[in-house]
């Protein structure tokens, strides 16, 4: 158990819907980021977060944004629904704002768009 | 543009024997290379990382080396046990300077099993 949550666990929704995606990130834990993992694909970076503010962007489509709070949850925002983007999207966080081996990532939520 | 790739989608070894798992990159502007290991259900599990300037980090069982005139790593295991079975993403970190300064670049992971 790595302490970062993220709900749901399971998503089944219609192409042209929104779904939001939620992360607690560790105790402690001022960045969050966001991940794309797709069929046959590697995890594609999305979004991070630090401390409430953006940090850095990786190809996050138009459609989709995310905010984190002030307690530190973060939420992934997917709108007008496709096909494609039925993937697993983690969610990982860190103490500070550049760590790499100190990510420590949730369980994902897997997607499904019919 | 897959600037991490791992090539090999699935690698089979026998129990006590070495795993060896492969990676190649083409953007230079990476500083850092990670390993990270993913069981079913789960999130991904930082295993290992080495530094652009070193060629060699080792930890237990896990070795990564880095070659970086051949823009390639890879990650040994030595002697392979059947808890290893996952799959095994590498990473790469922008450095400074670069537009992707602090991002992971993730390969498309490469499912290791071991048998017993």
């Given at each position: 158990d790595s302490g970062v949550t993220q709900t749901p666990k399971h998503l089944i929704t219609a192409t042209g819907q929104r779904v939001t995606l939620r992360c607690s990130p560790r105790s402690g834990d001022l960045s969050v980021y966001w991940y794309q993992q797709s069929l046959d694909q590697g995890l594609q970076f999305l979004i991070q977060y630090y401390n409430g503010e953006e940090r850095a962007k990786g190809n996050i489509l138009e459609r989709f944004s995310a905010q984190q709070f002030p307690d530190l949850h973060s939420e992934l925002n997917l709108s007008s629904?496709?096909?494609?983007?039925s993937a697993l999207y983690f969610c990982a966080s860190s103490v500070v704002w550049s760590s790499y081996n100190e990510q420590f990532f949730g369980p994902g939520t897997r997607l499904t768009v019919l | 543009d897959q600037q991490v790739k791992q090539n090999s989608p699935s690698l089979s070894v026998q129990e006590g024997r070495i795993s060896i798992l492969n990676c190649d990159y083409?953007?230079?502007?990476?500083d850092y290379f990670l390993w990270y290991k993913k069981y079913p259900a789960e999130g991904p599990t930082f295993l290992i990382s080495i530094s652009s300037i070193k060629d060699k980090n080792e930890d237990g069982r896990f070795t990564v080396f880095l070659n970086k005139s051949a823009k390639h790593l890879s990650l040994h295991i030595v002697p392979s046990q059947p808890g290893d079975s996952a799959v095994y993403f590498c990473a790469a970190r922008g450095a400074s300077g670069g537009t992707s300064y602090g991002k992971l670049t993730f390969g498309q992971g490469t499912i290791l099993t071991v048998h017993p």
């Open positions: 629904l496709e096909l494609g983007d | 083409t953007n230079s502007m990476f």
